[in-house]
């Protein structure tokens, strides 16, 4: 079974600094696909940043960019010039291709100091 | 826009008593809909998940079920809750498959006391 484990349950980092969050998986499948999502205070749960196994190049967005290291099954998200408003639960999420499931780890609490 | 309304925000129950939790979503057709539970200390965990009206997918056996009477409408029961039902229960949508991005209510707090 596919497993998603994040080591750290709380980070903190200073305002306008960078911070990374880390995440494992556990497959044996080729096609798949693995996200970070946030939580913040008002518990909407939002995508952040999705990746592709199948691309090499590590995606993007903004100030959010993720290191994925397929062979070590790692995938780790990296938060720039951080801001108070980053301050969530980010969740790790692995999906196979062609299911409907997503495998979630157990998430990350980010506090932001001002 | 799409968007997604789940409620009740909060509930407290008690041990035995019957639950339905709505979810229903705008601004979209056909959606794949899906509930999540997230309990303290854990990662979200899918419970059910449905393709279309009436088509409900169970992934975990638990006393709890779920129904899609309409294509843009997902419920949530127990006929008696547990003890161990209390958690953080998130209603989602997407274009269908993992690929496709979740877009997740603002969730229900269930208390069962």
């Known amino acids: 079974a596919q497993t998603v484990t994040q080591s750290q349950p709380e980070m903190s980092v200073q305002e306008a600094e960078t911070v990374t969050l880390s995440c494992t998986y556990d497959?044996?499948?080729?096609?798949?696909?693995l996200f970070w999502y946030k939580q913040p205070p008002s518990r909407q749960m939002i995508l952040v940043i999705r990746?592709?196994?199948?691309?090499?190049q590590n995606a993007t967005e903004n100030r959010f960019s993720v290191n994925f290291q397929k062979a070590a099954k790692s995938f780790s998200l990296k938060i720039s010039d951080s801001q108070l408003g980053d301050a969530a639960m980010y969740f790790c999420?692995?999906?196979?291709?062609?299911?409907?499931?997503?495998?979630f780890g157990k998430g990350t609490k980010l506090t932001v100091n001002p | 826009s799409q968007t997604i309304h789940q409620w009740p925000a909060t509930l407290v129950q008690p041990v035995g008593s019957p639950l339905s939790l709505e979810c229903t979503v705008e601004?979209?057709?056909?959606?794949?809909l899906y509930w999540y539970r997230q309990a303290a200390g854990r990662g979200l965990q899918l419970l059910f998940y449905?393709?279309?009206?009436?088509?409900i997918s169970s992934e975990v056996p638990q006393n709890l079920s779920a129904s899609r009477p309409q294509d843009r409408q997902f419920i949530l029961s127990s006929k008696k809750l547990l003890l161990s039902d209390s958690g953080f229960y998130l209603c989602?949508?997407?274009?269908?498959?993992?690929?496709?991005?979740?877009?997740f209510g603002n969730g229900t707090r269930l208390t069962v006391t």
């Open positions: 989602a949508w997407s274009y269908g498959g993992v690929n496709s991005p979740l877009h």
């Open positions: 497959t044996s499948e080729s096609d798949y696909y």
């Open positions: 990746q592709e196994a199948y691309k090499q």
């Open positions: 999420a692995y999906g196979k291709g062609g299911s409907e499931k997503l495998v």
């Open positions: 601004g979209t057709s056909n959606p794949n």
């Open positions: 449905s393709v279309g009206i009436g088509q």
